[in-house]
Structure formats: structure tokens, C-alpha cells
């Protein structure tokens, strides 16, 4: 028996993990019953690459220790220094894997997804991250818990006699080498043939996300962080990309400033010039349809719905990704995401052609406002490099910070409610406030880029300000933010500046991303307002269009002749040709009318008729045409900012 002798203990954690790993893989599937449909054959698929996932973790996890079992010497098998070494080994090797199945559940909790790149990157912000975790759920519970099933396991190894007979064993070398030779080529073979990508052939994107291993998964995504689009997706002829990019991004009133790679123009917008204040509310995790204008009927919104009906809202915009980070890089950049991390978070993302240079060049004071620590993904280092002052909690300092502009801290005197992620959206509206008082008594123009924070797990908010407890839910969240929005709007009409000032209310992304397709276009539907603007009555803006859409859309709107690296198109223009671009960190995604290109690695490209109506994505074939455009989006952003044609 395996489990018997000096390999006892490992073959009994190894046993140990696997079960657990079936019975964790079993619970998220009866999760994810209700949201999507499996055949016997899905199911069958899903645990066998499973299994196949949780040995090949298992394998790694018990390597060094088989390497140990090899090499130790008969005559130690019952000393005491190895029986000490076995049970801290095995104690901490559980108290990982169960600390890791715990992980697991909330992680898909939260994004209904095996551990991705948004894993790896939260390992880097343990405050936020633990926090979080310690207000959402009862964290010392939780870790008794996890201790008491480890004792529970090494209970029941001692009940089974395994450590006796292992610690009584006198296996020979010769032994020895052929169980641990078979595990190491076991160990080292199974990540040879195993890839996270063998796991994603399904069109089911539950099933993918189900077969896959959450610790397999992290790695795979560490290793993956960024992704060399050349080395790993569809590629055109370069002069070929850059002219099909150039034939989408042309306008009438633009020219090209440079001939060949690059994408540069001057836009002359027609019309008279008006140069107000611009406050952009980005609000963390919105989808359109916590509005009722997109069938809610649950009043979430009351406040942003009426605003709605006020000034320009865009009813067709589809967010660029599935982080804050991406919503950033759309909105300040106007570009297609590139695979792996967003641009905010890469090196040599410093004195960009951003949406905010544009403001600059125009005359405008630049102000970046988030109700947490702006360490965080790399926001204060992104927005202060490329030109914006900060204000930001600053509760922690990242080292090696490199910008040069103000940093503005939010004191605790000025704080009334504050989480794991930041203070409370009323707080850092009040910040808002504050300093456009001061950027207005300069006589210059200013833009405010604003990040709020209460609409994200825990969900917590100040108590009295809403009917719906603090704490309660998703839907309290969203009660709240709109709460607060309101409360900063009548706070904003009473100022003297007013008048002039243009509010944009916009979502990073939304609030949940995962559905049946592993591009669910749904989950990327937001809403966007555009409050006060000179001389505009109520609109509506019906054409399919994306974040990116934003400013050149407000440009146009506000007369402005400038300098263009945008991707974005001004969507009221009678050239305009809808499309929305989105995508994961791996999967880049491409909507023209009901044409939808899914690129992925391996040069991997899938073409489908998308019905909105019903949310289905039919395989299809496509024009070439369609098909070029999609790569030349992706390729020529790709290009763009590893070349330095991004930068000024």
C-alpha cells in the first residue's frame, strides 16, 4: 500500500489534496448551476482535467520533501529530528492548501474565476487586500477554522498509523530512488503537458474556469503578467496594420501629422471653443443595469437615473476591461488594452499623450482625487508622471516613486467613514470640493479625474445615509454611491464655478465580469453621463461605442483643435462607425456592428455573429476585412507604446 511505510505521509497529503480539490471544485459548480447549463460529457471533462491540474500542484507541493524522503538515511527514519521535520512539514503544507481552498472560494465569490493575474497583482498590496478580507469575513473564525481541520487531518493520519509506519520503516536505496525518480519525472513532466490554455477549448466559460486548479492557475498567471503581443497573437504586415488603423481612425476635420507608424493627427473641431471645468466621476464597479434607464427596478439609482435624463447619456458604451486599472487606461489614454497588465501599471508609462496632456495643452490645472492610497496599482506613480497633482489618503508610501508634481494627503480630521479600500465617496467628493476651491481662485481652468471607492467589497458605508444596512451587500453600495453623487452635485451648484464646469459620471468597469462566453459582452456595459455642458439640452447617444469613445466625443462637443494619439472616435461625427473594444488580460476582443473577433495566444483567433438581444455569440465566419481591423486595434496599440509612440 502507498500509504503505508516512509512514503506514508506523502501519499496521504497527496490523497488529501486531491479530495479536497474535487470537493472545492464540486461546491463552485453547484455555484455555478444556476448561471449556466452543463452536459454529462462537460462535467466528465471538467473533473478529469481537474485532477489532472490538482496532481500536477500536488506533485510540486510535495517535491521537496520527496527529494528529502530520498536521501535520508535509514537509520534517521525514527529520530527525532525526522518526526520533526514531517509534521512541520506536513502541518504547513495543509495550513497552505486549505488557507488556498479558502482563497479560492472568495476569490470566485468575487470574480467567478480560478486565480488570475488580479490574484498575482493583489499579492503586492497585502494592507488593502487583508483588510478587506478581515471586514468582509470573520478572519479569526476563519483561521481557527482552517487550523482545527489541519489538526483534524493529522489526527486522522495518526488514527490510520501512518506516521508509525513510516517513521518504522527501513526502505532500501535502491526502492527509495525508483518511488521518488517517478514522482520527479512525474512532477517535472506534468507541467510540460499542462497548460492553463488546454483548459479554455470549452465555449463555456464556467466549465474553463471549473477544470482549471486555483495555485495552478496563480502561476500560470504570474507568468503571464504581461504578454509580448508579437511573440504570442495574430500579426499583420506592419505597414498592413497601421493602415487599416489609420483608415478606421480618419476624420474629415483631422490629419495625419506622420506618414507611416503612427497614428498622430490633428483634429480641428469645428464650432465656437468653450474651455470649463471638467470633473470626471469614476465610479468603481457601475454597471448599466444598476440603472433604471437599463431595466433595473430596483430604484438603486434614483439620482444618477434623473441626472440621466439632465444631460448627454450614452445608452450603448461598453467598458475597454475588468479592473479599475483598465477603465484608467482607457479613460486617460483612449487606447485598446493591451494583453497581460494594464499600461497604468507598466514601466515607462511616464509623459504619455494622455487625455490629460490634452487638458494641459489647453491650459488646464490636472488633478487626480482616489479615496484610498494611490500606491495602489501604481496610480499616484501613473498620474503623476504624466502630469496630474494627487490627492489621495496616503496611509502608505511606495518606494521609488518618481514624479515630481503635488501630492495633497486627506487627513484623518477630514475623514468621517473609511475602509479597508479607502473613505467614504461623500469624504472624497468633500476632498473634490476643496481643492477645485483653491484651482479655481487661480483663474485657470481645471479637470479632476475622480476615483471613488464605496461601491467595492466589504460595501460599507457611513450608517443613517440610506435605508439598506452598511455592509449588507452589493446593493447598499450601489444605494450609497448614488447617494453621495447627489450630495455632491447640490454641494457643486452652490459654488460660483458651477456655471462652467462639465460633470462626467462613468464607470471603470462593471461589476462582475464573468458569464457563460469567456468575453460575456453584457458584463462590459456601463453607463456614462455628461452633466452642465454649454448649450446642450438632454440627449441621448443610442450608437454602440466605448470608453475610449469619451473625450473625443467632449472635444468635439466643446470646439477644441488638438493634437491626437487617441484611439477614441467622436461618436456623434457622421463618419463614426460603431465599434467597442474589451478584452481580459489574455483574450482581446473586437465589436463591429454584430461582427465580434476574439484574439487569444498561441496566434489564436475565433470569429462569431454576436445577437445583443439575447446575449449569444454564434460561431461565424467574417470578412478578412473585419478580421485585419480587429488585429491592427491591438497590434499597432501594442507597437505604439513598446516603440515610445505613445509618449509626447
Known sequence: MIFKGRYGVLFSFFATFVICSFLVRSGLLLLSLPKTQFGFISILELYSLGFCYDCAVALLMVCIFNLYLLLLPSKWSNSKGHKMITYTWLFLLLLISFFSFFAEITFWQEFESRFNFIAVDYLIYTYEVINNINESYPLPLLITGVIALVLVVIWIFFKKKVFREAFDDQMPFRKRLTISGCLLFLTILFPLLLSNSIAENST????????????????????NNELNYNDFYALLDKDTAYRFIRDELKENNSRFLKAGHSIKREVNNPGPVYKPNVIMITVESLSADFMKHFGNTQGLMP????????????????????????GMEALTLSAPPTPGSSIVRRQGNENLNTVGHIFEQQGYHRTFYYGGDGYFDNMNEYFGSN??????????????????????????????????????????????????????KTGKPFYDFVMTTSNHRPFTYPSGEIPQASGSGRDGAVRYTDYAIGKFIEHLKLKPWYKNTVVIIVADHCASSAGKNEIDISKYHIPCVILNLPKRGPQQIIQMCSQIDLYPTLFSLLGWTYQSNLYGKNVLDVQYRPRAIFGTYQKLAYLSQDSLVILGPQQRIETFIYDKNKNEQRPASLSAVTVNKAIANYQTAYDLFKSGGMHQ
Open 204 to 223: 463555456n466559460r464556467y466549465q474553463n474556469e471549473l477544470a482549471k486548479a486555483g495555485i495552478f492557475s496563480f502561476f500560470a498567471a504570474f507568468k
Open 303 to 326: 439620482v444618477v437615473d434623473s441626472l440621466a435624463d439632465e444631460g448627454m447619456l450614452f445608452t450603448n458604451m461598453y467598458a475597454t476591461g475588468t479592473r479599475t486599472v483598465r
Open 387 to 440: 502630469g496630474f497633482g494627487i490627492t489621495d489618503r496616503g496611509r502608505n508610501l511606495k518606494m521609488g516613486d518618481s514624479y515630481h508634481t503635488k501630492r495633497t494627503i486627506i487627513t484623518d480630521k477630514q475623514v468621517h467613514f473609511e475602509n479597508a479600500w479607502g473613505i467614504s465617496d461623500e469624504d472624497l467628493f468633500d476632498a473634490v470640493l476643496r481643492g477645485s476651491d483653491l484651482q479655481y
